[in-house]
């Protein structure tokens, strides 16, 4: 009686071993392997991480994650409660009602430049959800576009025009505001400096 309650414990024992190591081998090997690979084949960007090159071909960021752009030359992205740390993605647990986030909202609205005459659009005071939104509001662009031209010798009219092709490009909000991608417009901002020589 002994032996066969041994032997059948055994033999569960070793059916439920194989059955594990097969789960594994087709789940955690096979299966995710075939999805990458077929990834790779349909949508080979998209799989990669969407990565942004510049000219020399380095890869200089991704269209699906925000970066600090904090020079006035350039144009920057929604703030971030985890600085743009793509391993630690994720909003905020403070109270939105806190000192920590009207403090944030100051010192962001200071940053900015923005008063009570030209209020800063929502979407640059406040964080994502995820802290890596790469895309900010056709109205946070143009606000930033008066700082950004100045800072690089450009024209106005020049730098409105790069934001609207962006934005045409984006999806567009039932308030009939677009959105911009910060990292490629910034791109094509260092692209034309460089065509035209215009310092920034």
């Given at each position: 009686?002994?032996?066969?309650?041994?032997?059948?414990?055994?033999?569960?024992?070793?059916?439920?071993?194989?059955?594990?190591?097969?789960?594994?081998?087709?789940?955690?090997?096979?299966?995710?392997?075939?999805?990458?690979?077929?990834?790779?084949?349909?949508?080979?960007?998209?799989?990669?991480?969407?990565?942004?090159?510049?000219?020399?071909?380095?890869?200089i960021g991704s269209r699906l994650i925000a970066q600090a752009f904090t020079k006035p030359g350039y144009f920057w992205p929604r703030p971030s409660a985890v600085?743009?740390?793509?391993?630690?993605?994720?909003?905020?647990?403070?109270?939105?009602?806190?000192?920590?986030?009207?403090?944030?909202?100051?010192?962001?609205?200071?940053?900015?430049?923005?008063?009570?005459?030209?209020?800063?659009?929502?979407?640059?005071?406040?964080?994502?959800?995820?802290?890596?939104?790469?895309?900010?509001?056709?109205?946070?662009?143009?606000?930033?576009?008066?700082?950004?031209?100045?800072?690089?010798?450009?024209?106005?009219?020049?730098?409105?025009?790069?934001?609207?092709?962006?934005?045409?490009?984006?999806?567009?909000?039932?308030?009939?505001?677009?959105?911009?991608?910060?990292?490629?417009?910034?791109?094509?901002?260092?692209?034309?400096?460089?065509?035209?020589?215009?310092?920034?």
């Open positions: 009686m002994k032996t066969t309650l041994m032997e059948d414990t055994g033999a569960n024992l070793s059916a439920s071993l194989r059955i594990a190591l097969a789960t594994i081998v087709l789940c955690g090997g096979l299966y995710p392997l075939f999805i990458f690979s077929f990834a790779h084949f349909v949508t080979p960007e998209s799989a990669s991480g969407s990565l942004v090159r510049n000219q020399a071909g380095k890869v600085k743009y740390t793509a391993e630690a993605a994720g909003g905020s647990n403070l109270s939105p009602a806190g000192p920590e986030v009207r403090q944030r909202a100051a010192q962001t609205v200071k940053a900015f430049g923005a008063d009570f005459r030209r209020p800063l659009p929502a979407d640059l005071a406040t964080t994502s959800g995820s802290g890596l939104d790469p895309l900010i509001t056709l109205r946070a662009a143009l606000f930033q576009a008066s700082r950004v031209a100045y800072a690089r010798g450009m024209a106005l009219s020049d730098v409105q025009a790069a934001i609207r092709r962006h934005a045409a490009g984006q999806q567009i909000l039932e308030s009939g505001d677009g959105f911009v991608n910060v990292l490629e417009l910034n791109m094509e901002l260092d692209a034309a400096r460089k065509t035209n020589s215009v310092p920034r």
